[in-house]
């Protein structure tokens, strides 16, 4: 009996030895080296417990580029790693993938230069190429960005990108949304523009909707203001509407159809410009019925330095996933790029906001990392990709990046990224916030508390609510006149209510009764 008493203690104390070694390799942050070659990505998929990465492989120079669908393991190993060039021609293919019909489209660019084609690539679940296209003519300037299915007719894509037929040698720069419907065998059967009156339209991101519809967003720039629009499409590609949504230097923005109806569009907001070099901005989520009206809006933390968001997604219980990247002073170096993930409730009320700095928790000697797409596992951990190495693709340092964090963005309990939810780079320097210039009603409150700032001069403010034993209950960023906070869920008692901007501090106790 006490032979098998002392077994069965080795057999629990070696479950539990393994247990912990698995999770200790559950999360990760992985350089992948393709061949040398300097590479990044834009987009990742996950089938069968395997990460699917289209990438982009720099050969010699930015003229040279394959592309590339590369497989790795849920536990972050490199599986396979395949490349398509054909001779003398250049093929961009980390924009964005799809899989449809037990094969994965990539889109992005071929035949880099002054006559750049919209690029359609298919590979099968090994990597390997089944074939490669190639859509405009030698007067277009086309880019693709993203891929959909057609869900009006089976056994079609959509992409959507931009064009510009008066590319020439000066580049004049009228860019336009193009949108190109193709069979699976990538035969063109339409091509359709969205023009407009105004010089370089891009296209960054786009979706499906209710009744076969289409959305997508990018930026509109005329002389040195920039707009971000969202464009409705329905099922038969004809625009229903075209709205503009915010104003800013966004060099990205995201666009999705929610579950529940509705749209949600992430960029970033400009809230000034320093020396007419850095623009601090803000990410910011707004929320939108079918018809493009604004139902909310939030925008969080402190201005920062240039940073910028690459990708939102729902998940599965409503939360929202971002991210992007970000300029900090890391060390003695200035202007050092870093990734960051975002969270928020299905009402945009901040949860967490992480940054992943090279050496902590990274671990790694490389300067400068960027994330480009996310998204949510089965188990509910995230993924994200981009590059790490360097601010010059065509340095061989450059390479794939791949990130697996648990649903609270850390590599596992104890071991978490830097918070950054109050922003890193601050340049607001208000030391006082006017206590006549603040109401917080109704006191006592029951189901809705509201804060009204009376002058908003400066739109950095972060709310936070704490209970008496110092435990935060609530915190978003706050940029309106008056904003609502639904405390029904809150337990009856005393809670303090703290405005934040800059270096200055106001908070004000409330008592909640039901």
């Not at 750049?116 to 089944?130: H, R």
């Not at 969205?194 to 509109?220: H, M, P, Q, V």
């Not at 330095?305 to 939360?319: A, F, L, Q, T, Y």
């Amino acid at each position: 009996m006490k032979t098998n008493a002392i077994r069965g203690a080795s057999f629990l104390l070696l479950f539990i030895f393994f247990f912990f070694i698995t999770n200790a390799q559950n999360y990760f942050s992985k350089r992948i080296a393709i061949s040398g070659k300097a590479s990044q990505a834009g987009k990742v998929l996950f089938i069968n417990d395997t990460f699917y990465i289209p990438t982009s492989v720099f050969e010699v120079s930015f003229n040279s580029v394959s592309a590339s669908l590369i497989k790795v393991t849920n536990t972050g190993n490199l599986f396979s790693a395949k490349r398509f060039k054909p001779i003398n021609r250049s093929f961009n293919g980390g924009s964005d993938a799809l899989l449809f019909n037990s094969k994965v489209y990539t889109a992005g660019i071929t035949d880099w230069g002054l006559q750049v084609q919209q690029g359609l690539y298919t590979f099968n679940q090994n990597s390997d190429t089944i074939y490669t296209r190639s859509y405009g003519d030698t007067v277009y300037y086309n880019y693709n960005s993203k891929i959909l299915p057609f869900l009006k007719t089976k056994n079609k894509l959509i992409m959507f990108g931009i064009t510009d037929s008066t590319c020439g040698v000066n580049h004049p720069g009228l860019y336009k949304p193009c949108i190109r419907v193709v069979d699976t065998n990538g035969v063109l059967y339409q091509t359709k523009l969205f023009t407009t009156t105004n010089y370089y339209r891009s296209l960054w991101d786009a979706d499906t909707t209710t009744k076969k519809g289409f959305i997508f967003c990018g930026a509109e720039v005329v002389g040195t203001a920039t707009k971000n629009y969202v464009i409705k499409l329905d099922s038969n590609l004809n625009q229903q509407w075209n709205k503009f949504i915010d104003t800013g230097n966004s060099l990205f923005s995201s666009i999705i159809s929610l579950k529940k109806g509705g749209i949600l569009f992430a960029n970033n907001h400009t809230d000034s410009i320093q020396n007419n070099t850095y623009f601090w901005d803000r990410i910011t989520l707004t929320r939108l019925d079918i018809n493009g009206n604004i139902i909310w809006r939030k925008r969080y933390g402190n201005a920062e330095k240039d940073i910028s968001v690459s990708r939102v997604k729902e998940c599965r219980n409503g939360d929202f996933i971002l991210c992007g990247q970000k300029y900090i002073n890391y060390t003695s170096i200035v202007n050092q790029l870093v990734g960051w993930l975002m969270r928020t409730d299905s009402m945009g009320n901040l949860k967490w906001w992480k940054s992943y700095l090279p050496n902590d928790p990274i671990k790694d000697t490389i300067t400068q990392n960027y994330l480009y797409d996310l998204l949510e596992l089965p188990n509910k951990d995230i993924a994200s990709v981009g590059n790490v190495g360097g601010s010059s693709t065509f340095s061989t340092i450059v390479q794939t990046w791949l990130l697996k964090v648990d649903s609270n963005g850390c590599f596992g309990n104890g071991n978490c990224a830097q918070n950054i939810a109050l922003g890193l780079n601050d340049h607001n320097t208000q030391t006082k916030i006017d206590i006549n210039n603040v109401s917080i009603f109704p006191n006592p409150a029951n189901s809705e508390l509201n804060i009204e700032l009376l002058d908003l001069n400066n739109p950095n403010y972060n709310l936070l609510i704490t209970n008496t034993l110092g435990q935060t209950v609530h915190q978003t960023a706050i940029n309106n006149q008056r904003s609502i906070v639904n405390i029904s869920d809150f337990p009856q008692g005393i809670y303090f209510v703290t405005i934040k901007t800059g270096k200055a501090t106001l908070t004000k106790k409330v008592v909640i009764e039901h």
